[in-house]
């Protein structure tokens, strides 16, 4: 196997960058962890506990390697980019990821902001390419300008096989003053499309709003288990969805943080909507819904939608006293474009190579998928005319 050489191994910010490779060696920093998240005004995929969790309950039973990059001056932890290692079947290629169960989620390195930020985030990349020597590295949704992006753009011994574009809605709340005003500035077509749905859903009996903070609930097993109903019925398939490893994941997540919230829509007691949402430490994110199908018709998600918001509006600031911005997520549903005003933030996701067999082994991949595609519309092109009627 050959590895591009990294020409910036005698980088002096580099040197000062070193790998964790042990659990243990990651929770002896976590208080430095803890301050640093809260001075990067980061979101909850890099907080310690969902790495934490993300390490033990997804990637450890894989069998994945620890490789969290660090880089400390004087005792002050500045950035921190947690890594697995995970090897093919045949152990002949190394694909790198962020320590992350992938769930449709972004990522970002965690950092300072100061004037040397992106130096050093770039400084942290080459450091874990040096050392982890991987073949491949996937990075999803990550969000164009972020330290991330900057980073891998800057290293010309990645080599980006492919990307997908993709954009992350999100709620601008920083400068808003009241809920009322916010409210205000709303399409107001789908405000009163929605509460004449919650008016008819309230004549169907007792309705109720409810969240669970840092608590075991039941809820997290019902919304899975529509979730999956809903896959299977609209062929949408997040192997997420069904992955009994991210479902335990989720459930001790949300079973023992705080900042990780689980609302719930009732009627006559029983659960028709579940929606999930983490409090980061500069901004918000929704992170899965789901609901009974039964009252699809009085769109309860959309119902749920609004106590959600205005819970975190007006419970939750950042360090300087501004609300919180809040994403949702990849896609343009319309509940996003409608609580986002349309902001959006642009992402990308990289798959990239690090090693020239890497290199060769995305490109046949690549080139295997789009041959199976070809024969796919192949036959479908062969059987339409037959499943219409058409004979020779």
Known sequence: MHTYRHSATHDPLVHNCRILESIDAVLSIRAEWDRLWVDARAG????????????????RPQGAELRCVVSYEKGRLLAALPMVLLRSRVKLWKYAAICSPEAAEGCDILIER????????TAVLRKFLISAHPDMIGFSFV?????LEVAIQSIASLRIVDTYDNVMPYADLKAETDWASY??????????????????????????MDIVRGAPTPAIEWLFLQKRKWSERTNKRGHWVFSSRYQEFITKLFGSDQRFLVFILSLDDAPIAVKLAAIGSGFASTMMISYDDKYERFSPGSVLDEFMMRHIFENYRDGGGRHLDIDFGPGREHFKLHWSRGNVHPTKSYFMAASRSGMAKLRFDRSRTRVQGLVSRFIRAIRLPREQGWRP
């Open 44 to 59: 909850y995929g890099l907080g310690f506990p969902y790495i934490y969790e993300s390490w033990n309950t997804i990637h």
């Open 143 to 147: 969000k164009l300008g972020c330290h």
């Open 183 to 208: 409210k205000r500035s709303l399409s107001k077509h789908y405000e009163s499309n929605v509460a004449r749905k919650a008016r008819r859903l309230h004549e169907q009996g007792k309705v109720t």
């Open 114 to 121: 100061t004037a040397e930020s992106q130096a050093i985030a």
